[in-house]
T-cell receptor, first 111, second 113 residues
Framework: TQLLEQSPQFLSIQEGENLTVYCNSS?????LQWYRQEPGEGPVLLVT?????EVKKLKRLTFQFGDARKDSSLHITAAQPGDTGLYLC???????????FGTGTRLKVLA | DSGVTQTPKHLITATGQRVTLRCSPR?????VYWYQQSLDQGLQFLIQ???????AKGNILERFSAQQFPDLHSELNLSSLELGDSALYFC????????????FGSGTRLTVV
């Protein structure tokens, strides 16, 4: 079974702090996406990374795809309460095209 | 508004009953996916349709079935409901059959009592 393991599982930080969320697998992914889900709502797509080593920035969020396309990270600078939510990585593994979601990281930013 | 419409938003029903969840995909999207999300579990893939045809099946119970109609809207039918079926059910859509990110609806919260 292909898995996307995310760490940490839970994170509670103060407003203004920086944080990094990791998404790891033993499988190679053709692309990888990051979503944010707020309570009672569906996940919202934040970014897609395709090339190994790729870095994408979305305001205070920086996404990186590992060189071997087996892992990814999401870094948030100066977190704000509005960043609170469940962060999910997801991707399709090369060859199988099976799309799987990560285990999730629940982030709470305290004002 | 993501463009993916799910109805109803909330549903409360008794054990043993049957319900139908409805999803209208984003305009132009041919693929529809159904996911189940419970409190202690992540997003569990149920089933995918592409342009009216079943394309992939995940951990979907035999009591559950789905279809996609010619106008591309989809319905998920859940029967002989059990307490453990209580969950959020999400529909997502995408333009193509391959995963480059999905657009999710806001979900249907099903409570079985």
């Amino acid at each position: 079974t292909q898995l996307l393991e995310q760490s940490p599982q839970f994170l509670s930080i103060q407003e203004g702090e920086n944080l990094t969320v990791y998404c790891n697998s033993s499988s190679v992914f053709s692309s990888l996406q990051w979503y944010r889900q707020e309570p009672g709502e569906g996940p919202v797509l934040l970014v897609t990374v395709v090339t190994g080593g790729e870095v994408k920035k979305l305001k205070r969020l920086t996404f990186q795809f590992g060189d071997a396309r087996k892992d990814s990270s999401l870094h948030i600078t100066a977190a704000q309460p509005g960043d609170t939510g469940l962060y999910l990585c997801a991707g399709a593994t090369s060859g199988t095209y099976k799309y799987i979601f990560g285990t999730g990281t629940r982030l709470k930013v305290l004002a | 508004d993501s463009g993916v419409t799910q109805t109803p938003k909330h549903l409360i029903t008794a054990t043993g009953q049957r319900v139908t969840l409805r999803c209208s995909p984003r305009s132009g999207d041919l693929s529809v996916y159904w996911y189940q999300q419970s409190l202690d579990q992540g997003l569990q893939f149920l089933i995918q349709y592409y342009n009216g045809e079943e394309r992939a099946k995940g951990n979907i119970l035999e009591r559950f079935s789905a279809q996609q109609f010619p106008d591309l809207h989809s319905e998920l039918n859940l029967s002989s409901l059990e307490l453990g079926d209580s969950a959020l059910y999400f529909c997502a859509s995408s333009v193509v059959d391959l995963a480059y990110g999905y657009t999710f609806g806001s979900g249907t919260r099903l409570t079985v009592v």
